[in-house]
Structure formats: structure tokens, C-alpha cells
């Protein structure tokens, strides 16, 4: 047995995110008995999108030289220059933003960008002073939760709740709540809003942005799911950035969860400092990814994908998941749905059930139904905050009989959670 290191009790003693990748990769590897996943943020097998990588990918085969540099060469800890430049061209045309080639970083996906801004922004200083990640909103996405290296790095604002007919509810920014205090280093949100698939409005991102501005410090702003890609996002929203955000893209959400393609998008100091970073811990970035999409950045086909095939694809799979939940749970019961507005997922809130999350995710997981229990996205949240226990997150990216099966199961259950049943 060895002794942990503070960094190794930070990182190597569990947490919600490698229990939701183990579930994900053993169900999706098929090793054991079929499993119903519905709480993984694996993408779906859009088949229009895995034509286009498989031929994409034929291309790179044919072109030894493409090849060769693909795989044999190391590129900067940056990223791939000729990459950088085509999509700061095409985020400067599209949307008038003030880019270069040098407001750029590639991470080892977003997981990676998030690691290493928030231990660059927050954390312990020099001079003794202690500096915090402010999320304005919870729930927020579990990814966030160990990667502090400093204890009590990660605070939170509890939602407004606004209830809407339909079993539906929706979380905004609780303004009146949210305090930027001196030892705030960054705020954070995520746009959509995973695990909730809210979006926040136009109004409350620029209103987030005054505030950081006012306060001195930056505002990151998580854009796994969101605008410009891979946009899944299901209402009109508009891109934002300016020097003080900084954004992050991923290529995951698009159909490449595998090349590890995380985007930072920020100030050139902030950029740099990044860089030296992935130097440290990686030395450079995978370029399959980079490869892959180039063609579409150039040319700006990657905007029409994400807007004509990725977003109606999960739209669609939302209004499903929304049916089916309709359908199967009994009117009667005290539950709420977050509004679909983007990303993969559903939100439920089962107030009063006399079973916690927990209790439902272990018994779900008995009949071949896995989902995620709420209480592992309250990042930044009191010890004691209620919430997150009485709520599940739902992916309904996989195989539509999966998804129905999922719910038709998970209805049963909740079913008898609100009637108290005992553990079996």
C-alpha cells in the first residue's frame, strides 16, 4: 500500500465523474448484460455525421503526407497552426469576433481546458491569499467537481425556481444572490447547462459579463453543447465573447469524443499560459481531431452540420425522451422536468419522494437502467443542499428503444419511491 500525496487524495480517491466514465464504458464495451444507459454524455452515432468521418478519414488515408503529419509529427503545445488560423478566420467572419491565430489553445478535450484554467485562475497564491471559481448557477456538471488542487476552490449560487405548466420547471440566475466578492477568481457557467439542458438568455449572459467586468475578473463560459458548435442548442441564442470571456469549444458533441479536442478561446496572456501548461502535463495535443474538421472550418461546413444535422437529431431525441416520459409517468406524482433547451440530456425533479436519488440510481442499476444521481452536480453547493437529492440526470442520446425501455423502468420505480417502498 503507498501513501497518498494531497494531489493524489485530491484526484485518485474516487469521484462522481470516473463512476459515470466506468458505468459509460462498460455498458458501451457490451462485456456484461444489456444495460439500458441513460447516464452517460457519450454522443449518438448521428449516421450522417459517421458517413461524413468515415470518408473524411478515407481522405487522410489517401493523402500519405496528411497521413504522416497526422500521426508521426508533434505539433506545438498550442495546436496545429494552420487549424488555429482557420477557425480564428472563421469566427472573425461569422461573427465579428476580434480573434487571431494567438486568442487559441488546444486541450486534451474540454475536461483538460477546465483543469487547467481553474488551477491557473484559483487556488492558493504566493502572497497567502486564497482565490475561488464562482459558478453562478447550480447544478452544474460534475466534470468540475475534484478538479480543484486546493481545498474549497469552487463556490456556488442556488438557482430561482421558475415553474412552468406540464410538469415543467426552469432554473435562471438568481441575480439578487450573486455576490462577486475579492476573493472571487473567475465566474463559470456552462451554455447549455449540463446536467439541466438549460440555456441561459442572452440577457443573463451579458448581465454575467457586466458583473465580471465590473469585478475585474474573467467570465468562462463552457460551450461543450452550445453555439457556434456543435450547437445543440434548441432555441435562438447568440454567441458571445469579448476579452474578458473566456470560451471553451469542444469537438466531442460534434461525433469526435475520442480525438480529446477541447478549444480555448481567451486573452492572449491567458492563452499562453495555457500552452505552458499542456507542455508540462502533455507536451502537445493529439492533431487527429484538428485533421479531421479542417476542411469544415475552412470552408465553414461545420456550422451547417451543427445546424442542420446535430441540433434537429437530439431536438428531435429530446421530444421523444419529453413523450415518453409523458406517457409513462402517473400525472398525479409531484415531478418536474427542466425545460429541453439544449445539450443531451433531461433534468427530473422528484419533489418529496421519500427515496433519495441514490436509493433510485442503485435500484435502477439492479434492473439494467443506469442514470446519475443529482447530488453529484452540485458543484460549489452546501454540504447540505437538499436539491441535488431529489433529482436525476437522463441522457437520451442512445438507441431510441433504449431510451423508451429507460423510462418505462424508471417510471416504475419513482412510482413506488413516492408510495415509500422498502429497499428490496
Known sequence: MFEKSLFGERLASGSGIEELMDDLGRAMAGAHDPVRMLGGGNPAHIPEMQAIWRNRMAEILADAPAFDRMMTN???PVGNGRFLTALAGLLRREFGWEVGPENLAITAGGQTAFFLLFNLLAGEFSDGRRKTILFPLVPEY????????????????EPRIEFLPGHRFKYHVDFDRLAVTGDVAALCVSRPTNPSGNVLTNEEIHRLDAIAQAAGV??????????PFPGIVFREIDPIWNDNIILTLSLSKFGLPNTRTGIVVARPEIIRAVASMTAIVGLANCPIGQTMVLPMVESG???RLAREVVRPFYE???QLAQKWIAEFFDDALDYHVHVSEGALFL?????????TAETLYNRLKARGVLIIPGHYFGVGA?????????CIRLSFAMDETVVREGIAILAEEVTEGYAGKAER
Open 74 to 76: 508533434y505539433d506545438p
Open 142 to 157: 460534475i466534470g468540475y467537481a475534484n478538479q480543484g488542487l486546493a481545498s474549497g476552490m469552487m463556490r456556488a449560487v
Open 218 to 227: 474573467p467570465l468562462i463560459i463552457d460551450n461543450a453543447y452550445g453555439t
Open 301 to 303: 461546413e461545420i456550422l
Open 316 to 318: 428531435r431525441k429530446s
Open 347 to 355: 433534468w427530473l425533479w422528484f419533489r418529496g419522494m421519500k427515496i
Open 382 to 390: 452546501p454540504q447540505d443542499w437538499g436539491h441535488g437529492h431529489e
